[in-house]
C-alpha cells in the first residue's frame, strides 16, 4: 500500500525550528484535510495540526502560535514548520492526508512517522 512519506525529523536543541514535509504519492488530487499527528513514548497519539485543500486550520493548544501548518495542493504535501520547540514536543510524528476536517477523524491512512528530539 502507498503511504504518505514524511521527512524532516532530526534533533534539535530547544528554542529551534524544524520543518516537516509529507507527500502523498498517490497520484490522485488530495481532497481531504490534511495533518499532522504526534505520539510521545507512554502516550496516545494526539492531533497537532490539521488543513483543508482550502488552507483552513486547525492547531492543538499546545503548539498554537509555535507551529504552522501548509500545503501545497498542486504537490499533494503538507508541511509543518516548528518554532520555539520545546522538550515536550519530543515524539514521533505522522502524517495523515485522509483527514475528516468537521470531526477531525482521521482514516487509517498514515506515514511512517519520523522522529523530532528537542533537547540540550
Known amino acids: 500500500q502507498v503511504r504518505p512519506v514524511e521527512s524532516g525529523g532530526g534533533l534539535v536543541q530547544p528554542g529551534g525550528s524544524l520543518t516537516l514535509t509529507c507527500r502523498d504519492s498517490?497520484?490522485?488530487?488530495?481532497?481531504?484535510?490534511m495533518g499532522w499527528y504526534r505520539q510521545a513514548p507512554g502516550k496516545q497519539r494526539e492531533l497537532v495540526a490539521a488543513?483543508?485543500?482550502?488552507?483552513?486550520?486547525h492547531y492543538a493548544d499546545s503548539v498554537k502560535g509555535r507551529f504552522t501548518i501548509s500545503r501545497d495542493n498542486a504537490k499533494n504535501t503538507v508541511y509543518l514548520q516548528m518554532n520555539s520547540l520545546k522538550p515536550e514536543d519530543t515524539a514521533v510524528y505522522y502524517c495523515n492526508t485522509e483527514i475528516e476536517f468537521a470531526t477531525m477523524t482521521p482514516r487509517d491512512y498514515w506515514g511512517r512517522g519520523t522522529q523530532v528530539t528537542v533537547s540540550s
Open positions: 498517490r497520484g490522485t488530487d488530495v481532497m481531504n484535510a
Open positions: 488543513i483543508t485543500t482550502g488552507m483552513s486550520t
